[in-house]
């Protein structure tokens, strides 16, 4: 992996023109410290003591047990609750835990979100490069931007349901260390959620989810398998862009010019409250320093 800073909008821009004809995709982070753990397994990693070893015979089924309530209190989209592959979609658009990432097509997306929360830390932004990781042949054609249709993830598990996608009373045993291995490998794969929603259409949202027939082989950090593929293919895929926090302030500032918005990604009223608290933010910031010059004076 790749670690590079940047001070300026102009910069991140200038990664883009450095490697035409590739395709990537980002992931903005408020903080460099954090790796790309989904929000399922966040409060598993951050145990202390350490939930170790983690087991899949205990998280899988609660795993099952969160999908199960979402679906049940989300009856009232009938359309989507039919496609399993939809409401997991859903849900991690909708708050739920989840084993999905969220990534995006958009460099000036991922900045935006990397920078809306203020954090006193350092930002960060992860590039994964698309055009050159090994994700397995039997996944089949990709959509021309890079990542995969969920029917290519269908295709890519020879029809079998993920464990994740079985009722909460079926537990699945280890796998049978005598027995042949499986047809069907685990891999990390991105791909475009199959939802017509504003928000993501918005975002040039995607997913990365770690596949994997059986409960006990998960990704708790999408870390883990990308820098695994950089090691058996000798290509380096991804790359960390730090943002320091000094700089952060008027690299929002041009993102703004650039029309990245709250009110412009959120395309509802939860966009226009975001806005609004950032306005706030803003102008306390600007009243604040004009107390400090008044003081000084």
């Known amino acids: ?124 932004i992860y590039r994964l490069n698309l055009s050159d990781y090994p994700f397995p042949a039997a996944l089949g054609r990709r959509l021309p931007e890079g990542a995969f249709r969920i029917e290519n993830l269908r295709s890519f598990l020879g029809g079998r349901t993920p464990p994740f996608f079985t009722p909460v009373s079926s537990i699945l045993p280890r796998e049978d260390a005598t027995a042949a291995p ?37 990704a708790l950090d999408h870390l883990a398998p990308i820098l695994g593929a950089e090691a058996s293919s000798g290509r380096e895929l991804l790359t960390k862009v730090i943002i320091p926090r000094a700089a952060a302030d008027g690299i929002r500032r041009q993102l703004a010019s650039q029309g990245m918005t709250a009110s412009v990604l959120f395309p509802d009223l939860t966009g226009v409250g975001l806005e609004l608290r950032a306005k706030l933010r803003d102008e306390l910031e600007e009243e604040l320093q004009d107390r400090r010059r008044q003081r000084a004076e």
């Open 182 to 218: 499986p047809a069907v490998d685990s891999a990390l794969v991105v791909f475009r959620a199959p939802l017509d929603v504003a928000r993501i259409e918005r975002q040039q949202g995607i997913f990365s989810v770690y596949l994997s027939r059986n409960d006990h082989d998960f």
């Open 1 to 124: 992996m790749q670690t590079l800073h940047i001070s300026r909008l102009s910069e991140l821009m200038a990664l883009l023109e450095a490697a035409p004809g590739s395709r990537f995709c980002y992931r903005g982070h408020a903080s460099a410290a954090w790796s790309l753990v989904p929000t399922l397994y966040r409060d598993v990693e951050r145990t202390s003591p350490p939930l170790e070893p983690v087991d899949g015979e205990w998280l899988g089924p609660r795993e099952r047990d969160i999908a199960r309530r979402f679906r049940l209190a989300a009856r009232g989209e009938p359309d989507v609750l039919a496609d399993e592959w939809r409401a997991l979609c859903l849900a991690q658009h909708h708050g739920v835990p989840t084993r999905l990432l969220d990534w995006t097509y958009n460099p000036l997306v991922a900045a935006f979100f990397a920078l809306s929360e203020r954090s006193p830390d350092d930002a960060a």
